[in-house]
């Protein structure tokens, strides 16, 4: 064997099966014409400010199984988007497979190492599979029920369910999908939804029991650390049934895994017209005075991802102030662009989009060459913020 390839084999094994400070630094190094800006250090490894996401609305419309998400993943990958976002009901699995079937080829091609790519992944919801069961009960009683992974009563309005049985086998099943060894970021999906049907104090009890499972999981190497990802539980006022506080989840994962607990993250929402995250103060922080979601979530040392960065194209039914796109530096560009220069422009590592279309993936990357607005012109659209 030449020594050239005894010396590539090496340097084959020794790439971890996650994402690494170095592998992710090494990635955005080969894109040097991008903004400095484009790129964020959220404390454990290098991630673009844009993210690729694979979910659909109304999974059941057939066109949603014509298309093929692993184009768009590979543009995304081999154009300087090192995170892809995803969730094992997302089109009934069909997501993550088409993700894992991407990687791989991109990694059997030469042209990406794990230890650069950032792969999320979520857990709650109940599934089904490709294609559509017939009788979607019988899928739920002989893949969880019968297996005992969940009773019926653990199985909430029959689609979200989180025992720690039923959470383990969904990570386990993600990871086959994905084809891959490790989760970077394992999300517990809306578990808000459960409120109503459940108490407060049960849910917490359940939130509990699922970050212990987490944490094991983390041990056997399943996944790198775990966060939630939320739809409104973060943004609503406490008042609300369904409101979540912050405050106690990051106590429940200090009571689970001390300080050195493997919570690190939450996704919420947050575009140009949902703007709570960073304009409504409804989370108390570490002192007990309330802040914005982003303000606590960086008080308590855990990393936002921005989900819904265009609010599944609800946010173009009119064109956008001039003012809006001079004050966020996207004047020569679109609406679009600006509405993910917004959202982007957040306390977030990353904000989300979805992208079936490879040109749309490539459209959108025109902001790789966009600095950061300017702070004082944030302020200017919404004013300052403080805790009250």
């Known amino acids: 064997m030449p020594?050239?390839?005894?010396?590539?084999?090496?340097?084959?094994?020794?790439?971890?099966?996650?994402?690494?400070?170095?592998?992710?630094?090494?990635?955005?190094?080969?894109?040097?014409?991008?903004?400095?800006?484009?790129?964020?250090?959220?404390?454990?490894?290098?991630?673009s400010s844009l993210g690729l996401g694979t979910f659909r609305k109304e999974p059941y419309r057939e066109e949603n199984y014509i298309v093929n998400y692993k184009d768009s993943v590979k543009m995304a990958v081999l154009n300087g988007i090192n995170l892809i976002d995803t969730?094992?009901?997302?089109?009934?699995?069909?997501?993550?497979?088409?993700?894992?079937?991407?990687?791989?080829?991109?990694?059997?091609?030469?042209?990406a190492t794990r230890d650069q790519l950032v792969i999320t992944s979520k857990a709650g919801f109940l599934p089904l599979d490709f294609p559509f069961p017939e009788n979607p009960y019988q899928w739920i009683e002989e893949n969880v029920l019968t297996p005992g992974l969940a009773s019926k009563?653990?199985?909430?309005?029959?689609?979200?369910?989180?025992?720690?049985a039923y959470l383990r086998w969904s990570a386990e099943q993600s990871l086959k999908n994905l084809q891959l060894e490790t989760i970077d970021i394992f999300f517990l999906h809306n578990p808000e939804m459960q409120l109503g049907y459940v108490d407060y104090k049960t849910?917490?009890?359940?939130?509990?029991?699922?970050?212990?499972?987490?944490?094991?999981?983390?041990?056997?190497?399943?996944?790198?650390h775990y966060g939630i990802?939320?739809?409104?539980g973060f943004l609503y006022d406490e008042s609300h049934t369904e409101y979540l506080?912050?405050?106690?989840?990051?106590?429940?994962?200090?009571?689970?895994?001390?300080?050195?607990?493997?919570?690190?993250?939450?996704?919420s929402p947050y575009n140009i017209a949902k703007t709570q995250a960073r304009s409504y103060s409804n989370q108390k922080g570490p002192d007990g005075r309330y802040y914005t979601l982003m303000q606590a979530a960086h008080g308590y040392g855990l990393k936002m991802?921005?989900?819904?960065s265009l609010l599944q194209a609800n946010?173009?039914?009119?064109?956008?102030?001039?003012?809006?796109?001079?004050?966020?530096?996207?004047?020569?560009?679109?609406?679009?662009?600006?509405?993910?220069?917004?959202?982007?422009?957040?306390s977030v590592v990353s904000s989300l989009f979805g992208a079936v279309d490879p040109q749309h993936v490539e459209d959108n990357l025109i902001l790789a060459y966009i600095p950061n607005a300017k702070p004082e012109n944030i302020e200017k659209l919404f004013g300052a913020k403080d805790a009250v």
């Open 305 to 308: 991802m921005g989900s819904s």
């Open 153 to 164: 009563e653990d199985v909430i309005v029959d689609q979200h369910c989180m025992t720690p």
């Open 315 to 346: 946010i173009f039914q009119s064109k956008f102030d001039p003012k809006v796109r001079e004050l966020l530096g996207t004047s020569e560009l679109s609406d679009l662009s600006t509405a993910l220069q917004f959202a982007r422009m957040g």
């Open 229 to 232: 990802a939320s739809w409104n």
């Open 203 to 224: 849910l917490k009890k359940k939130i509990k029991k699922a970050f212990e499972l987490f944490e094991k999981l983390v041990a056997e190497g399943k996944i790198r």
């Open 3 to 47: 020594e050239a390839a005894k010396t590539f084999g090496i340097f084959r094994k020794s790439i971890m099966n996650y994402a690494t400070k170095e592998g992710t630094f090494n990635y955005l190094k080969q894109f040097p014409k991008y903004s400095r800006d484009f790129y964020r250090f959220d404390g454990d490894v290098f991630v």
């Open 87 to 111: 969730a094992i009901n997302y089109r009934y699995q069909t997501s993550e497979r088409e993700i894992g079937e991407a990687i791989q080829e991109l990694l059997a091609e030469g042209r």
């Open 245 to 267: 506080s912050l405050k106690d989840m990051v106590a429940i994962a200090e009571e689970v895994g001390g300080k050195g607990h493997h919570f690190k993250y939450i996704q």
